[in-house]
C-alpha cells in the first residue's frame, strides 16, 4: 500500500531564512505527488503537483519541490520564509485513486 | 475561496442527536471526499463518490452515512456519536479519481469542526 512520510512534526525558522520541508513516500510506480498547505481553521491549499516530466516543480506562494526517485523524496523548499507562510504542510500521493496524506509538518516562523 | 463550500463551519451536538454535514462544490468535478482530520492524526479517508456513486468506504462506523444526490453535493448524516468521532471534517472534490488523466488533485473545503459532548 502506498504510504507517505513526513519525517518532521515541528520546524520552526527565522523569517527570511530558507525553509525545506521532507516528504517520503514508498510505491513501486511514480506517484503522482502534491503539497498542500493549512492555515490555522481552514481547509487545505494545493502548493504544487508533480506527475511527471520536469522533477523540479514550482507552486504558489514562492514553493518549490524537487522529486527525487533515488531518494523516494518529494522535499518542499523555499528559499526566504515569511511570517505568513506559518501553517501546517501535508504532502499526499495520488496511485489507486486515492489521496494518501502524510501526518503533516507544522511550521513556525519566528521574527 | 476554493469552490467547495462547507456547513456549519461549527457543530457541537450530544451523543444522541442527530445532525447533518453538508458540502457543495461549484468546480463541475464528478469525484468527492470526506476526509477526517483529529489532531496528531494524518488526514483519514471516510468516502468516496464518483459520479454519484459511492467507491470507497474506508471501513467507517455506520453512525456516519454518507448521502451524494448529485455530483455537486455531498451530505455526512452523523447520529449517536462518540466523543472521539470529534474532529475537523473535510470535503474534497476532484474533476475525477482516476489518475491515469492527470486530473485528481483534490480541492478542500474549509472543514466543519465537529464537538461530541
Known amino acids: 500500500a502506498q504510504s507517505v512520510t513526513q519525517p518532521d512534526i515541528h520546524i520552526t525558522v527565522s523569517e527570511g531564512a530558507s525553509l525545506e520541508l521532507r516528504c517520503n513516500y514508498s510505491y513501486g510506480a511514480t506517484p503522482y505527488l502534491f503539497w498542500y498547505v493549512q492555515s490555522p481553521g481552514q481547509g487545505l491549499q494545493l502548493l504544487l503537483k508533480y506527475f511527471s516530466g520536469d522533477t523540479l516543480v514550482q507552486g504558489i506562494k514562492g514553493f518549490e519541490a524537487e522529486f527525487k526517485r533515488s531518494q523516494s523524496s518529494f522535499n518542499l523548499r523555499k528559499p526566504s520564509v515569511h511570517w505568513s507562510d506559518a501553517a501546517e504542510y501535508f504532502c499526499?500521493?495520488?496511485?489507486?485513486?486515492?489521496?494518501?496524506f502524510g501526518a503533516g509538518t507544522t511550521v513556525t516562523v519566528r521574527a | 475561496e476554493t469552490g467547495v463550500t462547507q456547513t456549519p463551519r461549527h457543530l457541537v451536538m450530544g451523543m444522541t442527536n442527530k445532525k447533518s454535514l453538508k458540502c457543495e462544490q461549484h468546480l463541475g468535478h464528478n469525484a468527492m471526499y470526506w476526509y477526517k482530520q483529529s489532531a496528531k492524526k494524518p488526514l483519514e479517508l471516510m468516502f468516496v463518490y464518483n459520479f454519484k456513486e459511492q467507491t470507497e468506504n474506508n471501513s467507517v462506523p455506520s453512525r456516519f452515512s454518507p448521502e451524494c444526490p448529485n455530483s455537486s453535493h455531498l451530505f455526512l448524516h452523523l447520529h449517536t456519536l462518540q466523543p472521539e468521532d470529534s474532529a475537523l471534517y473535510l470535503c474534497?472534490?476532484?474533476?475525477?479519481?482516476?489518475?491515469?488523466?492527470?486530473?485528481?488533485?483534490?480541492?478542500f473545503g474549509q472543514g466543519t469542526r465537529l464537538t461530541v459532548v
Open positions: 474534497a472534490s476532484s474533476q475525477d479519481i482516476y489518475r491515469g488523466d492527470g486530473n485528481t488533485e483534490a480541492f
Open positions: 499526499a500521493s495520488n496511485n489507486d485513486y486515492k489521496l494518501s
